[in-house]
Nanobody, 122 residues
C-alpha cells in the first residue's frame, strides 16, 4: 500500500495559480503511476491528468495548457501546478496511485489521498 497526503490547496482569485503536492510513503513510489482528480459539490469525480511510472504525462482537454503534473527529484512527491485558474476549477482535489496506469486513469486506483480544497473566486 501507498499512503498519499495532498497539500497546497487554498483560496485564490481567478487567473491565479496554485501548486498542489501529493506526498507518498510506504512503497517504492517511482514504480507507481499517479493521477490527479477533482470533485466539485454535486458533481462526479473528474480525472484531470496522470504521470506514468516512466514519466509520460497526459491531460484532459479542460486543463491542458493550464495544469502541469510532475514528479519531484526524489520521486516520492507528485505536483500539480495549476495556472490561469477559473471559478469552475473550484473542487476538492485528490491524488491517486496504482501500479496499473489504466486503473489510475479510470479512477479505480487502489491508493487515494484525503483531498485538498481549492477555491477560485471570481
Amino acid at each position: 500500500q501507498v499512503q498519499l497526503v495532498e497539500s497546497g490547496g487554498g483560496l485564490v482569485q481567478a487567473g491565479g495559480s496554485l501548486r498542489l503536492s501529493c506526498a507518498a510513503s510506504g512503497r517504492t513510489f517511482s514504480n507507481y503511476n499517479m493521477g490527479w482528480f477533482r470533485q466539485a459539490p454535486g458533481k462526479e469525480r473528474e480525472f484531470l491528468a496522470y504521470i506514468s511510472s516512466s514519466d509520460y504525462t497526459y491531460y484532459v482537454d479542460s486543463v491542458k495548457g493550464r495544469f502541469t503534473i510532475s514528479r519531484g527529484n526524489t520521486k516520492n512527491t507528485v505536483y500539480l501546478q495549476m495556472n490561469s485558474l477559473k471559478p469552475e476549477d473550484t473542487a476538492v482535489y485528490y491524488c491517486a496511485a496504482d501500479l496499473s496506469l489504466r486503473t489510475v486513469q479510470t479512477g479505480r486506483a487502489n491508493n487515494w489521498g484525503q483531498g485538498t480544497q481549492v477555491t477560485v473566486s471570481s
